[in-house]
C-alpha cells in the first residue's frame, strides 16, 4: 500500500518572508528574554547584556532561515505565532516567578 504524497511546499515568498522578519524577530527577542532571566548568573550578571544583544540576530537570522520550509505560507504564520505565544508566555511566568511576585 502506498503512503499518500505530502503537498509540494509552495513558495509563498511574502508570506513567508514577512512571517520571518516579523515573528522571528520577536521570537528571538522572547528567547533573550529568556535567556537572560534563566542563564548563567540570571539578570544581574555583569558581561551577560552584550552576549544577549549578539544572541538576537543569531536566532533571528536561523528562523528567517528556515521560515521557507513551512509549505505554506499561514501555515509559518501560524506557527510562528503559536511559537511567540508560547514564548512570550513563558517569559512573563519567568518574570514573575524571578520577581517574587
Known amino acids: 500500500m502506498a503512503k499518500p504524497k505530502r503537498p509540494p511546499i509552495q513558495p509563498h515568498w511574502w508570506s513567508k518572508t514577512l512571517a520571518g522578519g516579523v515573528l522571528g524577530f520577536t ?3 522572547a528567547l533573550m528574554g529568556l535567556f537572560a532571566w534563566l542563564g548563567p548568573g540570571g539578570i544581574e550578571a555583569p ?4 552576549f544577549n544583544m549578539w ?12 521560515v521557507y520550509l513551512f509549505r505554506t505560507g499561514p501555515r509559518a504564520w501560524l506557527w510562528l505565532g503559536a511559537a511567540n505565544v508560547a514564548a512570550f508566555s513563558a517569559l512573563a ?8 511576585g
Request: hydrophobic residues 75%; without cysteine; aromatic residues 12%.
Open 27 to 29: 521570537l528571538a527577542l
Open 47 to 50: 558581561n551577560k547584556v552584550q
Open 55 to 66: 544572541v538576537v540576530p543569531v536566532i533571528w537570522m536561523a528562523v528567517f532561515a528556515f
Open 93 to 100: 511566568v519567568v518574570r514573575v516567578i524571578m520577581e517574587g
